[in-house]
């Protein structure tokens, strides 16, 4: 394990090729949404927040979004 941990950090500190902003390591952009929605939740839109509430009240559970 240890030793594809170096490859993949030296693959993720490769340079771009031009025209690509950055190189990506498999898994990254999800490990980083994973982070990301942990710490600050998950975005919902106006309507599923209002039907949560409306639930919510109708089942008598202390909730709001």
């Known amino acids: ?3 594809l ?4 950090e030296t693959f993720a500190q490769s340079k ?7 190189v990506r390591v498999p898994g ?6 994973k982070r990301e929605r ?7 839109s106006a309507p ?3 039907q949560l ?3 919510a009240q109708r ?3 202390d909730f709001a979004v």
């Open 38 to 44: 942990t710490a600050n939740g998950i975005a919902i």
């Open 1 to 3: 394990a240890a030793e």
């Open 48 to 50: 599923l927040a209002s």
């Open 28 to 33: 990254e952009a999800r490990a980083k949404r």
């Open 53 to 55: 509430n409306a639930l």
């Open 16 to 22: 771009p090729l031009p025209g690509v902003a950055e």
């Open 59 to 61: 089942f008598k559970i």
């Open 5 to 8: 941990d170096r490859h993949v």
